[in-house]
């Protein structure tokens, strides 16, 4: 064989191994799609009546909600380079949130040279009204540095709300209060307060009076609190002694000349959904 021969045999066999590659077999390995293996929700279920603004609660409230989870990548992990959140309702299939989720430079470096599975934890802000409650779709997915998508996880999503209205005891009263000469007597009305979803939900905790002769007192609810002691009542407080601690309390004065007979009070305390509590019916003898 000559040498002209030797080189077109040569220059065949690269030709014809060149076109037995497949269209596959030319991509780099770190082009392949992102494998995610598992998404799961670490805050699947969000209570919003725990969740207040400016200290209240309306159904009109704007609420944005942390929602955490873990997602599972496979190798190659190392292309991974941000996370898609979308968040649509499962009763219209309507989107109400989607973004993406960058990697952290801590988190690329620690996956570099990682051929073991890889769990992120992550979190995407999602902004809601209050009155938007049930079960809504969180699709997550992965995206690699040219914008190569992994497959897609769904999870559901559960906004509820569940106020649980407040509960009242232990109310602290005289039964009788006898009036002196001149001046005034002095009580201090102390009431036990819980609340479901927490102290924070109590809106306001308040008593009525009936009068001896049946009629209702013209000084309306009179409001107890759990301040400390702090408010000024106009130049005494509440007689209340520790802060938040879910004893409201209120100092009541009788002035001598008061109408002597049976008083009845009627305690409850309306937490910020407006729901009321159980009520405490109290009477006082007054001599």
């Known amino acids: 064989m000559n040498i002209k021969s030797g080189l077109c045999i040569v220059f065949v066999f690269f030709f014809l191994s060149g076109c037995d590659k497949s269209p596959d077999s030319i991509i780099d390995s770190s082009s392949k799609r992102p494998n995610l293996l598992a998404v799961v929700l670490t805050t699947p279920v969000f209570n919003t009546d725990t969740i207040f603004v400016n200290g209240q609660k309306s159904s009109s409230d704007q609420l944005t909600l942390s929602v955490g ?53 992550k979190i995407f802000l999602l902004p809601i009204q209050r009155s938007d409650i ?64 927490g102290i924070a939900d109590i809106q306001k905790v308040q008593f009525t009076s009936i009068l001896p002769d049946g009629k209702p007192s013209s000084s309306g609810p009179i409001q107890m609190y759990d301040d400390g002691g702090k408010v000024d009542l106009g130049g005494y407080n509440s007689g209340d002694t520790n802060a938040a601690d879910g004893i409201y309390s209120r100092i009541i004065q009788l002035r001598s000349d008061a109408t002597r007979g049976t008083y009845t009070f009627s305690f409850v305390a309306i937490d910020k959904s407006n729901d009321t509590s159980n009520v405490i019916t109290h009477t006082i003898i007054v001599q």
């Open 69 to 121: 989870f873990n997602a599972t990548i496979g190798i190659p992990m190392t292309a991974v380079q941000s996370f898609h959140f979308a968040v649509t309702k499962t009763s219209n299939s309507a989107e109400i949130a989607s973004g993406d989720i960058p990697l952290t430079e801590t988190e690329r470096r620690e996956i570099q040279g990682n051929y073991k599975l890889f769990v992120f934890q």
């Open 134 to 197: 049930g079960i809504f779709n969180v699709d997550i997915s992965a995206i690699d540095g040219s914008g190569l998508e992994s497959n897609t996880y769904r999870s559901p999503l559960s906004i509820l709300r569940l106020n649980k209205p407040p509960q009242i005891s232990n109310l602290q009263s005289p039964d009788t209060l006898q009036l002196p000469a001149e001046g005034y007597v002095v009580n201090l009305l102390t009431l036990k307060v819980d609340d479901p979803n």
